[in-house]
């Protein structure tokens, strides 16, 4: 059955009608994905590079569709933003992730914060900021405990309304974190304005860390940045040890990446805290 979603050069002599298609099954198939129960939500640790502690997790979806397998979000959240189905898809995930922060609150009095990647079409909502409110009022969810990440170019187009919006989530006592910084086109003078919290520094600049010098410059140039603004600072998508030996001697204040721990389900990501709670 699976391959029948498939594109398949067999079937079809010309490629992008393939693909047309192939999306359209897709977006079919995403449409009664929520309701059929398909999607569920990973976790990855980031961790406190000094205390060597985990103290945060990024929520990142996952979609199993009978028909697909396993669908990368990298290809159905295009397709949801561009369909609008990101709306239902987003609220489900912010309120999944709260509801499973606040178990782990409860059940081991840890206080893991929570990272929620929130599109660029759901932070243009007006009525994102009241939605927020109220999961954090039905799941019990402390708002300290919420971090919401967007990318550079979300909030660069409309800067002075954002600044207003993020302002509000700010309000609420939620997290702000820029996610991929560097890869889009962040104004220095208008990041200063933004009520923002943390830079996730971007994995492309993080991968050649320790054979780049160029590369190198601009990590120790953004996090030099950060300490500056007072913001922390995150490098995504550490996987080696000499990545991570670089980022220590500049004083980079948390990593994630699959070094430490791929994203996990919430029952292996449980196994991991229950275990760093014992040492
Ligand atoms: P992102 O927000 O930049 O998330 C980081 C991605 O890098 C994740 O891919 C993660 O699994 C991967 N990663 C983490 N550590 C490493 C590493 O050491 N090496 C490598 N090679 N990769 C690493 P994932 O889960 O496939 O997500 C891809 C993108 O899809 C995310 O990029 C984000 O833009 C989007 N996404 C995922 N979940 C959500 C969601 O719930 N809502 C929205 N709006 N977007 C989401
Ligand atoms: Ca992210
Ligand atoms: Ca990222
Ligand atoms: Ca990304």
Not at 93 to 104: I, M, R
Not at 193 to 203: E, Q, V, Y
Not at 208 to 223: E, H, L, Q
Request: charged share 25%; net charge negative.
């Amino acid at each position: 059955a699976k391959d029948q979603g498939r594109c398949c050069f067999k079937f079809y002599s010309d490629s992008l009608n393939c693909r047309a298609r192939e999306r359209l099954e897709l977006e079919q198939e995403l449409r009664k994905a929520i309701e059929n129960n398909e999607f569920a939500l990973h976790y990855q640790p980031q961790i406190d590079v000094s205390a060597d502690k985990i103290v945060s997790v990024e929520a990142l979806i996952r979609w199993h569709n009978p028909k697909h397998g396993f669908v990368s979000p990298a290809e159905f959240i295009p397709i949801a933003e561009e369909t609008g189905l990101i709306i239902e898809i987003g609220e489900w995930v912010l309120k999944k992730a709260c509801q499973q922060a606040k178990f782990w609150l409860d059940e081991y009095g840890s206080e893991y914060r929570v990272s929620v990647n929130l599109s660029s079409v759901q932070f243009k909502r007006g009525s994102l900021v009241g939605y927020i409110q109220k999961v954090l009022k039905e799941t019990g969810l402390p708002a300290n405990l919420l971090e919401l990440e967007l990318t550079e170019s979300a909030i660069m187009t409309d800067v002075e309304e954002n600044i207003i919006r993020l302002q509000q989530i700010k309000e609420l006592g939620v997290g702000i974190a820029i996610d991929d910084f560097g890869t889009g086109y962040s104004s220095l003078s208008y990041l200063k304005k933004f009520p923002i919290n943390t830079l996730k520094i971007d994995r492309s600049f993080i991968t050649d860390i320790a054979t780049s010098a160029d590369d190198a410059a601009i990590v120790k140039a953004i996090i030099a940045l950060a300490e500056t603004l007072n913001l922390a600072v995150i490098a995504e998508g550490v996987e080696t040890t000499g990545q991570l030996q670089i980022l220590r001697g500049f004083n980079c204040s948390l990593i994630q990446g699959y070094l430490f721990s791929k994203p996990l389900n919430a029952n292996d990501l449980e196994a991991l805290l229950i275990n760093e709670s014992h040492l």
